[in-house]
T-cell receptor, first 120, second 111 residues
Framework: EAGVTQFPSHSVIEKGQTVTLRCDPI?????LYWYRRVMGKEIKFLLH????????ESGMPNNRFLAERTGGTYSTLKVQPAELEDSGVYFC??????????????????FGPGTRLTVL | DAKTTQPPSMDCAEGRAANLPCNHS???????VYWYRQIHSQGPQYIIH???NNETNEMASLIITEDRKSSTLILPHATLRDTAVYYC????????????FGKGTKLSVIP
């Protein structure tokens, strides 16, 4: 079974340009997440899709970031215009939620290799 | 989600068991304990999770104290490839499935 894939693996752009990152989740996973790690910081959550709907976008830093998941399959994360502080590694993850009785539920998230974005 | 506390770094001799502790004293009843690791610059890798009982899989064992305020991840026979940053994460999964990564524990397996 193929894992989570991300494209491109590296991207170098100039400040003010636009970049689009792509994530292909594991087939059949309804949940898709974006995270990022900027230089010297911890990995931070950006947003969560359930199928094509945004379940939680509380981690999106500002309106220069736009995430889509048309058709509930792959997802794109566009940064427009890119700023220097956007440099870092962007990770995508997917999961198939396992829900138990009551309010308890858990999900194992499977991460892709990440896209390293450098803004000059 | 409850906050976790982990030592910043640990060393382990190759072939020995690596025991990585985590404190989560404010954990609530419906929150799971997850362990992930990140090897060098790869994407984080799921290891194991648990709620109340001890758990074991092909990668590791998870020991959760009876009061659930702390846990220990055990790698029974550490190899050089286990050198990584290990993250202990508590998440309820109820309404928000985001994982909150702290600084983790940098485990160095020494030949």
């Amino acid at each position: 079974e193929a894992g989570v894939t991300q494209f491109p693996s590296h991207s170098v752009i100039e400040k003010g340009q636009t970049v689009t990152l792509r994530c292909d989740p594991i087939s059949g996973h309804d949940n898709l997440y974006w995270y990022r790690r900027v230089m010297g910081k911890e990995i931070k959550f950006l947003l969560h899709f359930v199928k094509e709907s945004k379940q939680d976008e509380s981690g999106m830093p500002n309106n220069r970031f736009l995430a889509e998941r048309t058709g509930g399959t792959y997802s794109t994360l566009k940064v427009q215009p890119a700023e220097l502080e956007d440099s870092g590694v962007y990770f995508c993850a997917s999961s198939q939620l396992t829900r138990l009785a009551g309010s308890s539920s858990y999900n194992e998230q499977f991460f892709g290799p990440g896209t390293r974005l450098t803004v000059l | 989600d409850a906050k976790t506390t982990q030592p910043p770094s640990m060393d382990c001799a190759e072939g020995r068991a690596a025991n990585l502790p985590c404190n989560h004293s404010t954990i609530s009843g419906n929150e799971y304990v997850y362990w992930y690791r990140q090897i060098h610059s790869q994407g984080p890798q799921y290891i194991i999770h648990g709620l109340k009982n001890n758990e074991t899989n092909e990668m590791a064992s998870l020991i959760i104290t009876e009061d659930r305020k702390s846990s220990t991840l055990i790698l029974p026979h550490a190899t050089l490839r286990d050198t990584a940053v290990y993250y202990c994460i508590v998440n309820s999964g109820a309404g928000s499935y985001q994982l909150t990564f702290g600084k983790g524990t940098k485990l160095s397996v020494i030949p």
